[in-house]
């Protein structure tokens, strides 16, 4: 069996990766706030899990793999956008968890085989809350329920490498005057009327954000498991707090074994942001025409360790190159699996830019069953992602190519290349690359190509 060798964030080093049970590899990964489309960024992720879980189910077989994603749908960003749109907030969770499924499938992304909402699971988030305070790790005061950090001062920080003494010296916020140590922070708080709020022992209020990872992920993966993933910029305070929950509340149980974090999306070389002006949705980007497939090909392109840039020229190469391949794939039979040099890069702690270098390696070889089957491992050229090809893959360009041909022979005998140089300009413009040789003319959609523009080549 394959090895696997996934960096582990809790060590700091690349590790094999041993799955508690191997019938059963579990696998958590936060999931997105409920309240607005998904932007470019927030894709990283699911893209980036999504490859994790693909190869876990190539090497473990897909019934021996569980992956859980959960939505977070009770969050004071989401009782904002109700109040200032006047919509009530389930509808907005549901519109909002539907948009996310829907651009995330756009990207290829399999859906985990769990996808819990938090607002399913306050009993379970009240029950861990209640173990915490009879085990001395949280107390209540002023309707807030908040964790005591220095109750396992000596392990908290672990995961992001700092201490709580650091942490404390580095705070400038105002620290709130319920809290015991300025570092606690809150499982459970009040609700006004107006708000969502579940009655509690606590009285009614609602839970705050990462207690519902741990209910969760106890509920549905058990006390230890294999896998927790998300940004880099869920380590702290998040993640640090989702362990910190978990390890207090069931004390027997390791948590996650592995931590995995990916680094951030940038675009055009800077930070995605409102203010900038280069913040878009993945849904903007598909609606410009940006196809799901070429967006996930960028994203494989660049190790998940490693800063990803967003920029338009590599969304031109990838749809140059997958409309190569898609063109000589066509009507192939994939292989039983995908190349064990494939397998064996995604195995080096999801080294998918080598996969990548291997499916051009295939191509330039002519093995269009071995890039087949390994994209398609990949969740590219697979058939739900190539409608963008084959909108245009019935316009026969067999026909333009004898006319340009006929029309350089012509040209050769008259010496007037005036006919040529306009056709070329019309099929270029039309997003066509021409190749001409003394043997004849080949026309090859490129980036941008849009068989519509060819009716203009009269
Ligand atoms: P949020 O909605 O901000 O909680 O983010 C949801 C997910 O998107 C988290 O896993 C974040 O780590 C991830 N994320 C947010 N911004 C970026 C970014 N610029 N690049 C990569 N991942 C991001
Ligand atoms: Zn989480």
């Given at each position: 069996m394959t090895t696997i060798k996934l960096h582990n964030t809790r060590t700091r080093t690349k590790e094999d990766f041993v799955p508690i049970d191997d019938a059963n590899v579990r696998m958590y990964v936060c999931g997105p706030t409920v309240y607005d489309r998904a932007h470019l960024g927030n894709a990283r992720p699911v893209v980036v899990f999504d490859v994790l879980y693909r190869l876990l189910r190539e090497v473990y077989g897909s019934d021996h793999v569980t992956y859980v994603r959960?939505?977070?749908?009770?969050?004071?960003?989401i009782n904002a956008r109700a109040a200032e749109s006047g919509r009530p907030i389930g509808e907005i969770t549901a519109e909002t968890t539907q948009w996310f499924l829907d651009d995330m499938g756009a990207l290829g992304a399999l859906e985990p085989d769990h996808m819990p909402r938090a607002t399913q699971y306050i009993g379970q988030m009240i029950a861990m809350i209640e173990t915490l305070i009879e085990k001395g790790h949280a107390y209540a005061a002023e309707g807030h329920v908040l964790f005591a950090v220095d109750s396992w001062k000596e392990k908290y920080g672990k995961l992001s490498g700092r201490s709580v003494d650091d942490m404390i010296a580095g705070a400038r916020v105002e620290v709130a005057p319920y809290k015991r140590n300025p570092m606690d922070f809150v499982l459970w708080k009040p609700s006004s009327e107006d708000l969502p709020g579940w009655e509690s022992p606590w009285g009614r209020g609602r839970p705050g954000w990462h207690i519902e990872c741990s209910a969760m992920a106890h509920e549905l993966l058990g006390e230890s498991f294999d896998i927790?993933?998300?940004g880099n910029d869920l380590m702290f305070p998040h993640h640090e707090n989702e362990i910190a929950q978990s390890c207090c509340a069931h004390p027997t149980g390791d948590f996650a074994r592995f931590w995995l974090h990916n680094e951030m999306l940038q675009v055009e070389g800077k930070k995605m942001s409102k203010s900038l002006g280069n913040f878009f949705t993945v849904h903007d980007l598909l609606d410009q025409g940006v196809p799901g497939e070429v967006i996930r090909f960028v994203f494989l392109s660049t190790h998940y360790r490693k800063p990803m840039d967003w920029t338009e020229k590599k969304a031109r190469e990838a749809e140059?190159?997958?409309?190569k391949w898609r063109a000589l794939t066509a009507g192939i039979e994939p292989a039983a699996r995908a190349a064990p040099s494939v397998i064996a890069a995604l195995a080096d702690d999801l080294n998918t830019a080598g996969a990548i270098a291997e499916l051009h390696r295939f191509a330039a070889e002519g093995d269009a069953a071995g890039l087949l089957t390994s994209a398609q491992?990949?969740?590219?050229?697979?058939e739900e992602m190539g409608a963008w090809v084959s909108d245009q893959g019935d316009v026969d360009l067999s026909e333009?190519?004898?006319?340009?041909?006929?029309?350089r022979k012509t040209a050769m005998e008259t010496k007037d290349f005036s006919e040529v140089d306009r056709l070329k300009a019309g099929y270029v413009a039309a997003?066509?690359?021409v190749r001409m040789s003394k043997a004849g003319v080949e026309l090859v959609p490129g980036a941008g190509f849009d068989a519509a523009k060819l009716e203009a080549v009269e």
């Open positions: 959960n939505f977070t749908d009770v969050d004071d960003k927790h993933g998300g140059t190159t997958l409309r491992m990949l969740g590219l050229l697979t333009h190519e004898t006319r340009l041909f006929e029309a997003g066509l690359e």
